[in-house]
């Protein structure tokens, strides 16, 4: 199996541009024939898989592009801004998008972590980054075309589903990005609980020693940890998920004061101030740049 089977595979499925569901939970194939510039945007937990064309992403004010050689892990919640600048009918963006079952991936880490006694890093070590790329090993590219395959038949997804899912989600465990992907899931995901803890509670007033407080963490230890893990702090952090799933709620339709408050700001100048540094525009120049 190679990745020009799975790319067919994909084209056969999806004929238009766009993002389609498979039925299996959490897996989406997408095909994207024209350009989009970077905009704000949440990944949650998740791997994407090219076959075709090229991604582009700015994390912490870094650009990286991304392509069909290796597949993105993405195993904690991050904000960050991505687009398709250099998608066309000629050379489209092909690929597959996999949000975690996070309960599922927690036990498998946890499984492997007993049965094999993994390694375990070195106190003091870095921490593992929100993204990674890793490596189509045969391993991975067999699990997800026998994952897709599923999308044929709604008896196959039915009773299949939940077990092709663990087969790819055990290739990502022993693969490139494996570590990084155990240690958000199994022993030691402290950084991970306290993203999906901010991710929950966005509209309250959490700080930061909230979040240190969640995992048993002195605030100056939380802090080196997080941005160890993030490359941002947690206040940044923190006010770039903000800005994002703001942002992501204004392109939706929704009012620019009721998205602030949904994300816990209580000053609509303030929310208006943090934007146009963000995003170098205000709100509303945003929202028309958009249209």
Wanted: hydrophobic letters at 40%; aromatic letters at 8%.
């Amino acid at each position: 199996m190679n990745k020009d089977t799975i790319k067919r595979l994909i084209i056969k499925k999806v004929s238009s541009s766009g993002m389609i569901e498979t039925g299996i939970p959490g897996v989406q194939l997408f095909k994207i024939t024209e350009p989009v510039s970077c905009a704000p945007a949440v990944y949650e937990p998740s791997i994407t898989a090219i076959v075709s064309g090229c991604k582009e992403a700015i994390l912490g004010g870094n650009k990286h592009f991304y392509d069909s050689s290796a597949y993105i892990c993405c195993p904690m919640s991050i904000p960050i801004e991505a687009g398709t600048p250099e998608a066309s009918p000629d050379n489209p963006l092909i690929g597959v998008y996999i949000t975690f079952d996070t309960s599922v991936m927690t036990e498998l880490a946890f499984e492997l972590e007993n049965a094999n006694g993994l390694e375990r890093r070195a106190k003091g070590a870095a921490y593992p980054q929100s993204i990674t790329t890793a490596n189509w090993d045969d391993a991975f590219t067999d699990a997800l075309y026998r994952l897709i395959m599923l999308s044929e038949s709604t008896t196959d997804i039915a009773i299949l589903g939940r077990s092709r899912l663990r087969e790819l989600y055990y290739a990502i465990l022993m693969g490139d990005s494996g570590y990084t992907v155990r240690r958000t899931f199994g022993v030691g995901n402290d950084i991970a609980r306290s993203i999906e803890f901010l991710s929950s509670n966005l509209s309250e007033p959490v700080t930061i020693e909230n979040l240190a407080d969640q995992i048993g963490m002195s605030r100056a230890v939380f802090h080196r940890k997080f941005k160890q893990a993030t490359n941002m702090s947690p206040i940044q952090f923190v006010k770039s998920m903000r800005l994002n799933k703001a942002a992501m709620k204004i392109a939706e339709g929704r009012n620019v004061n009721v998205a602030a408050m949904e994300v816990g700001y209580v000053s609509s100048s303030q929310f208006s101030r943090d934007f146009r540094r963000m995003y170098g525009q205000s709100p509303k120049q945003w929202i028309q740049a958009q249209e």
